[in-house]
Nanobody, 127 residues
């Protein structure tokens, strides 16, 4: 069955970096839009970044622009989220998700468009 497995989370001080990985099974990452979302305690899940299926077009939430970079390695069927200059407000559980409805549109910031989700990986940033 389709599976998305996140890894790379952990604890980091402000200003540090982490790279999250989203390894996909039975789901070619260049045939799906792949998104990263995060959810902090007591808050709703929010969009972080996504990468488009065909041309790899990327999109970022405003607060992470210039700090986070999404990329993919099709040989490893994995999507990455490089997170630099981490801030306390980046503390959250991070989830990757896949959207197979790619025809005619770019990757979406709406979680409702994504039908496959990973189990999440925790990122904790301290000052």
């Amino acid at each position: 069955q389709v599976q998305l497995v996140e890894s790379g989370g952990g604890s980091m001080q402000s200003g540090g970096s982490l790279r999250l990985s989203c390894a996909a099974s039975r789901l070619p990452v260049n045939y799906y839009h792949i998104g990263w979302f995060r959810q902090a305690p007591g808050k709703e899940r929010e969009f972080v970044s996504c990468i488009g299926a065909r041309d790899g077009t990327t999109s970022y939430e405003d607060s992470v622009k210039g700090r986070f970079v999404i990329s993919r390695d099709t040989s490893k069927n994995t999507v990455y989220l490089q997170m630099n200059n981490l801030k306390r407000e980046d503390t959250a559980a991070y989830y990757c998700a896949a959207d197979g409805g790619i025809l005619g549109r770019t990757c979406s910031s709406s979680s409702g468009e994504y039908e496959h989700w990973g189990q999440g990986t925790q990122v904790t940033v301290s000052s």
